[in-house]
């Protein structure tokens, strides 16, 4: 799962035994002066944190290779994105 344009990924790891509910999600945005990478993160349920990277005069290539190397890095650490599970679970993941 890799990001080619402006868009979002998000992802959850879930592992019921440790009583781990967490979600991860990177999006790739247009500001006034260049990309804006944000990332948002917490546990599911609870308030989340965010924050955002801006790439001021570089190119949008520039924030698509940080997002990428981030979401294979969290699918590394056993998060899985999103879709995929709601597909698997037929239905919206809560």
Known sequence: MSLEGFGM???VWVVPDLNRR???RISVEA???GPILVKTWGRIGWRNRQMEQ???GES???AL???NHL?????RKGYEVMD???RSQGGAFE
């Open 31 to 33: 500001g006034l002066f």
């Open 9 to 11: 990924v998000e992802m």
């Open 22 to 24: 967490r979600y991860y």
């Open 54 to 56: 801006h790439f001021d």
């Open 65 to 67: 290779d940080t997002a």
């Open 71 to 75: 979401i294979a890095r969290k699918l």
């Open 84 to 86: 995929s599970i709601c």
């Open 60 to 62: 949008l290539s520039d």
